[in-house]
């Protein structure tokens, strides 16, 4: 019997990248799967792998930057398998290498919207549903972008370093309801990843070579394992703490 079999877990934007690999990882220690994200053609093309792992899925189109499609996607859960015990805030959109004074309306509004937003309404709609299960873990996800500062991030990483400051009040306010709240800073290989690779190739060569371990990360094997260690009672005694799962390449 796995790590989170009878555990309900959401995972926004799971449909590829770190959510998908978070997903795997679940999958395996047989949680019950809420994908949601803004292509359901991406979702709907993972259930038959996750559910090969063992999971049963259900998938549903929403939009993080949007409250009501959070309060929609929690009473999808809930309606489906029962109830929620895992939140997993991986939705974000970004644009790299835009600096500061570059940075328009649309950008800003894209960035912060369904990064921090996105994460506030998905926990505020899990929150109630958690505690009347006595408690839940919820992943949210920060960046080394907005820790060491480099330019052309300055709206993703005050977006990242906003939801640091998130997790860590809300750890404190729901502590009581045994609901714990942790962050992700993860450094791994996805499509906006590859994108970034060919798009900045002297950028990622410096990059690679700040990483201690000297590799880039993998979504399913690298972060998955610690996003499954926070959302299992493994953590039952770990809260309002950022993990980087990045090589080595931030050491605070």
């Not at 990483?157 to 993860?186: C, H, Q, Y």
């Not at 880039?216 to 005694?237: C, H, K, M, N």
Request: proline share 4%.
């Amino acid at each position: 019997m796995g790590r989170l079999h009878g555990k309900v877990a959401i995972i926004t934007g799971g449909g590829q990248g770190v959510g998908l690999g978070i997903a795997q990882a679940f999958a395996a220690e047989g949680a019950s799967l809420v994908l949601s994200g803004r292509t359901i053609g991406k979702l709907e093309n993972v259930i038959p792998d996750l559910e090969a792992r063992g999971a049963q899925v259900a998938v549903i189109a929403a939009d993080a930057r949007s409250r009501a499609d959070a309060d929609k996607v929690v009473a999808f859960a809930v309606s489906t398998f029962g109830g929620v015990d895992i939140l997993v805030n991986n939705a974000q959109s970004s644009t790299a290498g835009v600096m500061l004074s570059d940075s328009d309306d649309d950008l800003i509004a894209e960035t912060v919207e369904s990064g921090l937003y996105g994460s506030i309404y998905h926990m505020q709609a899990v929150r109630p549903h958690m505690a009347a299960r006595g408690g839940g873990s919820i992943i949210n996800f920060g960046s080394r972008q907005g820790i060491v500062a480099p330019p052309g991030y300055a709206i993703y990483g005050a977006t990242k370093e906003a939801i640091r400051g998130l997790s860590r009040t809300a750890a404190r306010e729901w502590g009581p309801d045994n609901i714990r709240v942790n962050v992700i800073n993860p450094s791994a290989i996805t499509p906006v990843a590859q994108k970034w690779l060919a798009d900045f190739p002297e950028e990622a060569a410096r990059n690679l070579s700040e990483v201690s371990l000297q590799r880039w990360g993998d979504a399913e094997t690298d972060i998955g394992p610690v996003a499954l260690f926070l959302a299992s009672q493994d953590s039952r005694y770990v809260t309002g703490q950022t993990i980087n799962v990045d090589g080595g390449m931030v050491m605070l």
